[in-house]
């Protein structure tokens, strides 16, 4: 793992003492030596971590990070504050202007590398989230994220792993007379890993040793590897001078830790500040799942669109050449739309699509493609399909449309009805495009020859 790291400090020797330990373990390493410079290079630079000392004479490490976390352009990179002792006090002031994390001089080896290593994986996650948020808005209709603050800390649900039921109970009250979380607690390995998968919490807190001789680095692993609490947060909390299982810790999957006994001002701190960062993990996630949701799919009758269709379709061919079985492919097109549309108004023409929509996935199987291909141009393309089977699906279809008549506004129900144009493909076709129109000729031959009736491509040929 490598990155780009901007070490803030006004004392000539600390920067290079930290160059020299960053760049030992492969960091290129970039250098300020006041608060101004450091908004300056943020900014320019983007450097993917930064490393700020707080005692620093034009403009403190507090009010740097303050700066950094308020702009949109720098709000996500992660940023530790240097202390000069161990002072709790000034990290919870750290940690409330928004650092993710801090140090204090004396800088520990250890401590350094995985604070910094486990800082780096986070921002690298949300590189690559924000890269795929951005690719689906290239995309389709992808949401922006409207408010690029990295995240609130307003609701949540906290989880406690503690080595006695008292101690959770103490640790939990602590938590909710101080935070609006919701917060549960537990000291039994198995019976918590059962609880979390049931009901999912946006942070662990879990201990080194958990009742019964249970293993807090094994439930740190085992709830990063279930797909259910992999998204999930989780603080360790190793006892003082554990370093080592600290280490280990963050490798298995934990997003920080502690050290008992700690404040717990300390505490509060950290667990807002894990939470602020699933939340904002959680929103580009799910910026990114509607982007790609609206890039392929029909938002008036929630079918696929043209785009996905075609994608799908070349999936359909190579599966056919694998299992040797024919597919057919469908082109539909309601009659007389728009003649529904001047009689009616648009909202009843859209009402007759969505419900044209609905009955024909009824009628169809879950491993059928139904795509609205634009107006009220349609597109099904059923796998593994010979011609008597497609004969049956095609006239069920056109049953479907012609013989319950279309309600609008409650009031007025209309006839509608279907014309349908089939092709069959099978493994010796490579070209979806001239099945499709092989289909849409058949469909021309069924508007030509009345409406409201199924055409087969072989027999118009
Ligand atoms: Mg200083």
Known sequence: MSGRILVVDDIAT??????????????????????????????????????????????????????????????????????????????????????????????????????????MRVKMMFDELKLRETTSQELGLGAFLEDHSFGTDETGRVMLATKTPKQGEDWATCIRSRLPFETTAGSDEAEIFAMARENTPDVFIVCQHLANGGDGLRLVSNLHANPATRQSAIILVVEDNEFETAGKGLELGASDYIHAPFDPNEMVARLRSQMRRKKYSDRLRSNVRDGLKMAVIDPLTGLYNRRYATQHMQRIIEHSKESGLPYAVMMMDLDRFKSVNDTYGHDAGDHVLKEFARRLQENLRGIDLVARLGGEEFLVVMPDTGPSEVEFAAERLRRAINDAEFTINNTRSIPVTVSIGVAFGGPADENPGLLIQHADEALYQSKSSGRNRVTYFAAAA
């Open 14 to 119: 600390n920067r290079l003492i930290l160059r020299a330990k960053l760049s030992s373990a492969y960091f290129e390493v970039l250098l300020a030596d006041c608060g101004a410079q450091a908004l300056e290079m943020a900014l320019t630079e983007l450097p993917d971590m930064i490393l700020l000392d707080v005692m620093m004479p034009d403009m403190d490490g507090y009010q740097v990070c303050q700066t950094l976390k308020s702009r949109p352009e720098t709000a996500h990179i992660p940023v530790i504050m240097v202390t000069a002792a161990n002072s709790t006090e000034e990290k919870i002031r750290g940690l409330d202007a928004g650092a993710d994390d801090f140090l204090s001089k004396p800088i520990h080896d250890f401590t350094l590398f995985a604070r910094v290593r486990n800082l």
